[in-house]
């Protein structure tokens, strides 16, 4: 069965029905597609189109159908050119003659739309709902050694002294945004395009407001040009999807760094580590390297939708129907990533003496010395020469802060105080940075008791 062929004398070649054919992968928009005919079906009653008993009719066969959608067998075997049509068709083989008005004053045009939207909605719904359990379990990570001290960097070099907590609130800010941004676009996929028709609106005389509440849009499309070549919705969600696998990848190569021998601060769980099949020794971490990995997948998803949008004229073009395999696999990508990043967060143990011992090994107290040797009034320019060239001497000597006394600083330099010696052992500038925002430990504490509460309020 096709929804066309009327006004052709010859059938499309095989070649082309193969080539235009996207059932294989439409398949997976079917129950949002019965769910929005069955709303149909109700609208179409209101509007004097269906009368009640066809409209109880094909509400009650397209409820059958959801069912069996569910399983494979529904599908097989199946030529339709796509979803839509394989629908129809089945509603036909079901209820004969009532099925032959439901397509009455829609297109696929408003009905892909639509479609798209409800699927969405849920695979939106599902992704905010991972990246809490992603933000507690960072949460709960946080609490865990909130005393520990790590080195923070800048061009992966040791740059100042940090709460580990700190670090990893980074992160909770960072997916935080992203469970905002993927809500941001939740609530622009929320329109009801139905009532647009193919380009030019229905000319039947529905309440597009009662079909949104019906579906529980927040609200309508206002042009039924735009939503016949709209697919802004579907960007909305692949850059929401795309930065929550920038901020995955991020974490995953820190990660990735930190538990492997040159760092060694953190111990992932064995669950979520391979051995090597040659090397009896090896404990990768593939799921990090995965993240990282699919995140580049989703960034293709991305531009591929991007790419294909660009230039087309108004108002929709068959070019459109390859939005879905790049929805489809960002939401997959997606999905799994989060679902690995939070068991992942989960059953790593931070080891907190390698990087205190790395933060007292290196200079990253230099910056507080500085900041110390300007509150006492020193200008700060003449502050960093002076501990610039304290380093410079200390690293022909191999001497760490802690191999100075506050006579030997004295010696150094007289700007030094003997009250700034303090500041040699990293707990005393992180003291100072109380700002907020900042690494101090009471802004620290406060951040944490912050963000308990942001996470109680994204419900
Ligand atoms: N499968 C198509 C899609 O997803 C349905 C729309 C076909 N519409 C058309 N005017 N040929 O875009």
């Not at 129809?88 to 829609?106: Q, S």
């Not at 021998?261 to 580590?273: P, Q, R």
């Not at 990768?284 to 990995?293: T, V, W």
Request: charged share 30%; proline share 4%; glycine share 8%.
């Amino acid at each position: 069965m096709k929804l066309w062929g009327g006004r052709f004398e010859a059938g499309p070649s095989e070649v082309f029905e193969r080539f235009s054919g996207s059932l294989h992968f439409d398949k997976r928009l079917a129950d949002a597609d019965i769910r929005g005919s069955q709303a149909y079906a109700r609208a179409l009653e209101r509007a004097g189109v269906l009368s009640p008993e066809e409209r109880e009719t094909a509400v009650a066969a397209f409820e059958a159908m959801r069912a069996e959608a569910r399983w494979p067998a529904f599908f097989e075997g199946a030529e339709d050119e796509d979803v839509h049509t394989l629908i129809i068709r089945k509603l036909k083989e079901r209820i004969g003659v009532i099925a032959d008005k439901i397509h009455t004053g829609r297109s696929r045009n408003d009905q892909v739309s639509l479609d798209i939207r409800l699927w969405l909605r849920e695979e939106i719904d599902a992704a905010r709902d991972l990246l809490r359990g992603l933000l507690a379990a960072l949460l709960e990570m946080a609490r865990r050694d909130s005393q520990a001290i790590v080195p923070g960097y800048t061009h992966t070099r040791r740059a100042q002294p940090v709460l580990w907590p700190h670090y990893l609130l980074a992160y909770f800010e960072m997916f935080a945004r992203d469970y905002e941004r993927l809500g941001e676009a939740r609530s622009r996929v929320n329109v009801l395009p139905i009532g647009s028709g193919a380009l030019a609106g229905s000319a039947f005389p529905f309440d597009r407001e009662a079909i949104a509440r019906d579906l529980g849009f927040d609200g309508i499309t206002k042009n039924s040009m735009d939503v016949s070549g709209d697919r802004d919705f579907a960007l909305d969600f692949l850059h929401g999807a795309a930065m929550t696998m920038l901020h995955l990848s991020r974490l995953a190569e820190d990660w990735i760094l930190y538990s492997g021998e040159e760092y060694g601060w953190l111990e992932l769980g064995d669950g979520v580590t391979s051995g090597s099949s040659m090397m009896p020794q090896k404990k990768n971490p593939d799921s990090l390297e995965l993240i990282r990995g699919k995140c580049g997948a989703v960034f293709g998803d991305y531009s591929a939708l991007f790419l294909l949008m660009k230039g087309l004229p108004m108002t929709y073009n068959r070019d459109m129907q390859e939005d879905k395999p790049r929805l489809f696999d960002a939401a997959d990508q997606l999905r799994g990533s989060l679902q690995m990043a939070r068991v992942v967060v989960e059953t790593t143990r931070l080891k907190p003496a390698p990087p205190l011992a790395a933060v007292q090994e290196s200079w990253a107290v230099a910056t507080d010395l500085a900041d110390a040797l300007a509150r006492s009034g020193v200008p700060f320019h003449q502050a960093h020469k002076i501990v610039g060239r304290l380093v410079l001497e200390s690293v022909r000597e191999a001497k760490k802060p802690s191999d100075w006394t506050a006579e030997a600083l004295a010696r150094f330099d007289a700007a030094f105080t003997p009250e700034m010696a303090r500041y040699l052992r990293p707990e005393e500038g992180i003291r100072a940075r109380e700002i907020a925002g900042g690494t101090g430990p009471h802004a620290v504490a406060g951040a944490l008791e912050e963000a308990a509460r942001r996470l109680e309020r994204m419900r």
